[in-house]
């Protein structure tokens, strides 16, 4: 038995982005965080926007959400004006504790899903994520890694293995899992290059550091040239009291 | 967290039959929440906060008003703006309490209307609106003034037939500021971030040279005068001209439905930009006066900050003077228009203006319809080219304002409603309150008297307007 896992889909309501075609199938097995938002410019108050716009966007997230339930999910709705896009997904993705967030993008079926394991953190989550969404459903999942200089072959092993037992624990079963793995290549550009032969990419978040924060995050990066939807498995949320300060939900 | 859910609701219709919108059920430290799971991100943080109190500010205290302060007072000016200081100190307070009891947008309209009803609230949102028009009209003469100066320091002289070039100049910078605003969907917050940064730094420096220099550091004489050369009376009514300069916490009131933590940064903004540029503005005049006497500043007009960089620091000190003044007067104008336009959602919100009031632009986003509102009305008061009949009519329906934000505090704590549970309590009350309210009317009677006459006169409109259009829409505890 594998618990939902919680899976932020973030659309831009009224800017006639919709909820991409296979989307539902992807999430059938999740808690789908289902966030309208809507990025209004800075001359403009947020309850302006909400007295002229409410009722159509609801109406469209209603939409969304039915097709949603329909195919298994559970859903979680919310409709937020704001200035600021980025904080507001980021304030979701904290208050519902997502494990993982969908960039939304159309896909055909899920047969395909292609796994990007960095490092040993974040690894129990990513297990999570995999084996609650694509456990049971005939998926294949390929665990794919791009070793680094200062790693050996039985380091990856032992790395991958760990997340292969994992997914075990999770109840996904293991002959649907393959392995891959590179050296001497970006990550980046490998992971976009090989997702091309995938339905799905599912990748984790990476740690904020001055080459994310130039060329923006890896996830992003990916999503950029791969044209399929990429769910980006968030960190584990710091444990500061100032984080949950805000929370506040019914 | 401020839970007001048990409140009375807003009732009545205009004569439209439109009804006040429904308030929130929940304000948190970083959304407005209404019901059906709808969030309204909180997006402004304590440094945007004070920017747009300091940079609503600043740009008149110091870039236009020194010169006809000093005209008026003499070197007792500076007392004249310390006045003006301790009697927004003492309205900031009163507001900073109702801001952190109900963070809402609309500022002074929505505490008044709330706690004193619908009436009043007609009187201040109407008040308010027509009140920063009148103020960004002000600036933008005073912005038109520094482009001229500008032109002049590279050797261009405008004429342009009978109008004043600063006039034209003003009026294209009010259009284009207008239309910058319905149009433009770039980072405009950043931006008046930087401006306000900027511009400290330069006062910082220029001024930090002034004081050394008045102290004799530098040994140059500097020029002795009398404190009171013009004698007390004039003290008193060049307070009332330059408390245009503390119109601008205010105006952090009126986006407090978008400022994050509210109830740390609302009172933190608008006190901490009051004490600011209070004290920027006392060192100012107090090095502008040292520099050259009263009456030759006086001499000087709108731009004598110019030549009191000039004369301390030669050619850069002008240039970073007249760079200052028109970054100071441009934030200025644009944060009024944009306050301005907010306070007319405010009110349309209510039903005290026409819903179509507040629409929105589909193609930008933007509510095209409040910043006409606004910028119309700045136009043409821009063409009247009187400084000060605009500076005081700004700051008359300001005071007006501020000393029933005063009362809406005394009634508030007196009759302390259940939603009335304001997370930062001003000290000194019922005191400190009252003062506050009685010295905020006690200025307006130094003013003109076209100034008093014309906000007397839209006052009374303002009424006029509310007893016609909305008589039934309740407000009181709508919280």
């Known amino acids: 038995m594998t618990e939902r896992p919680s899976v932020l889909v973030p659309i831009r309501v009224l800017e006639d982005e919709s909820l991409p075609e296979g989307t539902t199938e992807l999430l059938a097995k999740a808690h789908v965080v289902l966030l309208g938002y809507h990025v209004i410019p800075e001359q403009t108050a947020p309850g302006q926007a909400r007295m002229q716009f409410e009722d159509q966007a609801l109406s469209r997230l209603d939409a969304y959400e039915e097709l949603l339930v329909d195919a298994g999910a559970t859903v979680d709705q919310r409709l937020v004006f704001t200035h600021d896009a980025q904080q507001t997904i980021d304030r979701q993705i904290a208050e519902y504790d997502c494990l993982a967030a969908l960039v939304p993008r159309a896909l055909a079926a899920v047969e395909d899903v292609l796994v990007a394991v960095r490092g040993t953190v974040g690894l129990d989550r990513l297990a999570r994520v995999v084996g609650g969404l694509f456990a049971d459903r005939g998926i294949d999942v390929t665990l794919y890694h791009v070793t680094s200089e200062d790693e050996s072959d039985a380091d990856v092993e032992v790395l991958l293995d760990g997340v292969i037992d994992r997914m075990d624990e999770n109840g996904f079963d293991t002959d649907h899992v393959d392995t891959r793995t590179d050296r001497d290549v970006k990550p980046v550009d490998a992971i976009a290059d090989l997702a091309e032969t995938y339905d799905v990419v599912v990748m984790g978040e990476s740690d904020s550091s001055l080459s994310t924060f130039v060329f923006g995050m890896p996830a992003d990066q990916v999503a950029e040239r791969f044209l399929g939807p990429v769910l980006v498995v968030q960190r584990e949320p710091a444990a500061d009291p100032e984080a949950s300060d805000a929370d506040d939900q019914p | 967290m401020a839970d007001s859910s048990e409140t009375g609701e807003g009732t009545g219709q205009n004569i439209e039959g439109e009804r006040p919108e429904p308030e929130p059920e929940t304000v948190t430290e970083e959304t407005t929440t209404h019901d059906e799971g709808v969030e309204l991100e909180r997006t402004i943080g304590l440094v945007g906060g004070l920017a747009i109190g300091i940079g609503t500010m600043i740009g008149a205290g110091i870039f236009v008003f020194p010169g006809l302060a000093a005209y008026q007072a003499g070197p007792a000016a500076a007392l004249s703006f310390a006045i003006g200081g301790v009697i927004a100190l003492l309205v900031a307070l009163p507001a900073s309490e109702l801001a952190t009891a109900m963070p809402r947008s609309g500022g002074g309209y929505y505490f008044i209307s709330r706690s004193l009803g619908t009436a009043g609230g007609a009187i201040v949102g109407l008040g308010l609106w027509l009140g920063l028009v009148f103020a960004a009209a002000f600036y933008l003469v005073g912005l038109g003034h520094y482009v001229v100066a500008v032109l002049d320091e590279i050797g261009v002289a405008l004429t342009l037939g009978p109008i004043p070039p600063h006039v034209v100049l003003g009026l294209i910078a009010g259009a284009a500021l207008t239309a910058l605003s319905v149009g433009g969907t770039e980072r405009t917050a950043a931006l008046q971030n930087g401006i306000v940064v900027i511009l400290l730094v330069i006062l910082t420096g220029v001024l930090t040279f002034g004081v050394l220099d008045a102290l004799g550091v530098f040994g140059r004489q500097s020029v002795p005068d009398t404190f009171f050369s ?22 952090v009131a009126t986006v407090a439905g978008e400022i994050k933590q509210p109830s740390r940064n609302l009172p933190l903004a608008m006190i901490g930009s009051v004490i600011i540029v209070t004290v920027f503005y006392a060192v100012t005049i107090l090095v502008a006066t040292s520099t050259f006497g009263a009456d030759r500043l006086g001499q000087f007009g709108e731009t004598a900050m110019v030549n009191v960089g000039r004369d301390l620091l030669g050619l850069p000190g002008a240039v970073l003077i007249l760079v200052a003044g028109l970054l100071a007067t441009f934030s200025s104008a644009n944060a009024s228009i944009l306050s301005a336009s907010r306070s007319i959602y405010a009110l349309s919100r ?18 095209h319809v409040a910043l006409a509102m606004a910028g119309g009305p700045i136009l043409v008061l821009v063409a009247t080219d009187s400084v000060e009949i605009l500076a005081e009519v700004a700051s008359f329906l300001h005071l007006v304002m501020y000393a029933l934000i005063c009362v809406a505090l005394l009634v508030l704590r007196r009759r302390d409603p259940d939603w009335y549970e304001p997370d930062f309590r001003m000290p000194g009350a019922p005191a400190l309150p009252a003062i506050g309210a009685v010295a905020s009317i006690a200025l307006i009677p130094f003013m003109n008297g076209a100034s008093i006459v014309i906000g007397i006169v839209i006052m009374a409109l303002s009424y006029g307007w509310y007893r016609y259009y909305a008589p039934d829409i309740r407000l009181k505890g709508d919280i």
Not at chain 2, 231 to 242: C, K, N, W
Not at chain 2, 350 to 367: C, F, H
């Open chain 2, 350 to 367: 209510d039903a005290l203006l026409p819903r179509k009031a507040s629409e929105i632009n589909l193609k930008y986003g933007t509510p």
């Open chain 2, 230 to 251: 013009k004698g007390y009376f004039p003290v008193l009514s060049t307070a009332a001209l330059v408390f245009t300069s503390y119109l601008g916490f205010a105006q």
